[in-house]
Nanobody, 113 residues
């Protein structure tokens, strides 16, 4: 299983970014996919999750601003991030469980004030 996250970058507060996570080596359409993030000096935290039947869940801190989605044909998960805040600055990781934990390499999101 390989997960490749992309789309991070530097953006001003109030701006938007769209992260992508391309997956291979698993039956993507039945996998629950998740985004985590880890800010400097903090523990990794769950940001959003999407099940195989597209049920979504979000951390309270991102509700109403972030949207998780998936394209089963493209085998890709997305995270649309709007109204970004400096506290959203972190490395964002995609994750799935398929017999064991799998993590992508992470993509850095930096939000300037």
């Amino acid at each position: 299983v390989q997960l490749q996250a992309s789309g991070g970058g530097l953006v001003q507060a109030g701006g938007s970014l769209r992260l992508s996570c391309a997956a291979s080596g698993l039956n993507f359409k039945i996998a629950t996919m998740k985004w985590f993030r880890q800010a400097p000096g903090k523990e990794r935290e769950l940001v959003a999750a999407i099940s195989s039947d597209r049920i979504t869940d979000y951390a309270d801190s991102v509700k109403g601003r972030f949207t998780i989605s998936r394209d089963n044909i493209a085998r890709t998960m997305y995270l649309q991030m709007n109204s970004l805040k400096p506290e959203d600055t972190a490395v964002y990781y995609c994750y799935t469980f398929y017999r064991r934990d799998f993590w992508g390499r992470g993509t850095l999101v930096t939000v300037s004030s």
